[in-house]
Structure formats: structure tokens, C-alpha cells
């Protein structure tokens, strides 16, 4: 989301801009979000995944797509990839810690 901020637009980036390619052809993209307070984070991870679907990063031999989003649903955003059918199998990871409540 920075990238995009920097850029102009999410519309002003490229698929390369921010996937990276790592070790065993791992597919990486980090997306980010708004200051905290400031905006909608979960537009964020709704705009992020969009984005990547429109860019093609989503091709046909992945194994895996891991999601990693926050636990909250203030704005909906967060559950897209439930919501919208873009996930099998679904784990939730908590933990015991204050900040998880």
C-alpha cells in the first residue's frame, strides 16, 4: 500500500513492483496497510488481493497461498479470502498473548 501511495495509485504498479521470487521459486508479496488510526485496513488486504489476481500472480502451479491478516473485521476486509470463495482449507493461528484478544 506504501508503494502505491509513493506511486500514485495501486493502478500505477506493476506485478513485479511487489512479488518477490526467493529460494524454491517462493512467491512473496507483503502489502501493508494504512497508518494505524488512519484509514481501513482491511480495504487494504481487499485492494492487495485484488491486485493480484488482476496481475496474474495467482498462476496455475501454486501449492500454497498463505494469507497472514490480522484477526479483527472492523472494515470486512479481512475475511475476503474466506468470504470470496479463495481458500480450501482454512487454519487459524492464535495466540494466548493480550494483544490476540
Do not use: H, W
Request: charge should be negative.
Amino acid at each position: 500500500m506504501e508503494m502505491a501511495a509513493e506511486v500514485g495509485s495501486v493502478e500505477d504498479l506493476e506485478l513485479e513492483d511487489v512479488l518477490q521470487i526467493g529460494y524454491g521459486d517462493v512467491r512473496c508479496a507483503e502489502s501493508g496497510g494504512p497508518e494505524p488510526g488512519v484509514g481501513c485496513a482491511g480495504r487494504g488486504v481487499i485492494t492487495a488481493i485484488n491486485f493480484l489476481e488482476e496481475e496474474g500472480a495467482y498462476v496455475p502451479d501454486l501449492d500454497f497461498v498463505f494469507y497472514d491478516v490480522l484477526g479483527d473485521v472492523v472494515c470486512g476486509g479481512f475475511a475476503m479470502p474466506i468470504r470470496e470463495n479463495k481458500a480450501q482449507e482454512i487454519y487459524i493461528v492464535c495466540s494466548g498473548e493480550m494483544m490476540a484478544i
